[in-house]
DNA sequence: TATTGTTATACTCTATAACTATA
DNA sequence: TATAGTTATAGAGTATAACAATA
């Protein structure tokens, strides 16, 4: 007999990939410049932290240093992120959404949520209202703590 | 301004991607035999489903055909699932556990669980019962339908 | 001919290691 | 010496295409 907390987990741990299939699955068919999830979330981030390091994109998607540097990379090279040295840290990049980056995530972000959306019509007001809640407090339980450096 | 289900889309889409990196870190982390998260998957639905076949477990983890079929075969190799010719459609394979299997399924979930559980254990309890109850709305709203929505 | 599954092949994503530049 | 980032390289994971076997 498992107690509420587990049960909690595991519904988690089985719900959870359910929902990020489609999500994937959707983004995947919907290929604006070929946007990945983790594009997704290293453009939002951006959208939310204008000027920020590539280390503390890194740290909030959740990829290695490289791997990030890779993926900024995609970004910049179709003109969607600009990077530049730090004017005070020559040895930081400074990020930014473009334009044509502000816009993508836009565009992106609202097919994505409007999949979504369709999906989550099917439920009643109050299970939507107990998923937002959810969800907040999700995101307080797994926002990674900042260990050397905050975003403004 | 974003009506509820709108906020209740983006919501979802900014949390989950944060929940599922921690899940598949730590598991990576544990890597018992190197169980992803779809391997995780596939083996929850075979303890669900005993004698599965090839394209229900594709169908539920949501893998193409060849892409199952070669993690399947991962599976056999390491003894944590057989193989068979269905008796009824030798074209069909009938997927099963096999103790080893069982026992690298409770294994895995129990450690995913717990770590999981540490994390949600700083919330109150009625945020885990808020999250109880939007995992399960999420469920009947994601389950996939065996509708020809998917074709082949 | 249609369906189930496998094999062959290629591409994407991410990681680790080694390196450069700045502090 | 320590930190920020890049480049080089490798390895998982998944997809599409072509194939084999059965219905």
Redesign the interface.
């Known amino acids: 007999m498992p107690t ?20 994937r ?1 959707e983004m995947r068919r919907h290929r604006a410049p070929g946007l990945t ?2 594009h997704f ?1 290293a453009l ?1 981030f951006l959208g939310n932290n204008a000027g920020a390091s590539l280390s503390e994109v890194a740290e909030h ?2 990829l290695q240093l490289p791997s990030m540097s890779t993926l900024i990379d995609g970004l910049v090279t179709r003109g969607l992120v600009s990077r530049a040295p730090s004017a005070t840290d020559r040895r930081r990049v400074t990020l930014n959404l473009t334009p044509s980056g502000q816009a993508t995530l836009a565009t992106s ?1 609202r097919h ?3 999949k ?2 369709a ?5 009643s ?1 109050t ?17 990674p703590e900042p260990e050397s450096a905050q975003p403004g």
């Open positions: 509420p907390l587990e049960a909690c987990a595991r519904e988690v741990l089985d719900v959870m990939p359910l929902v990020m299939r489609t999500v699955a999830v983790p979330r939002a998607v959740g972000r994505s949520q409007d979504l959306a999906r989550l019509a099917s439920l007001a299970e939507q209202a107990t998923i937002m809640q959810a969800m907040q407090a999700l995101r307080v339980a797994f926002t």
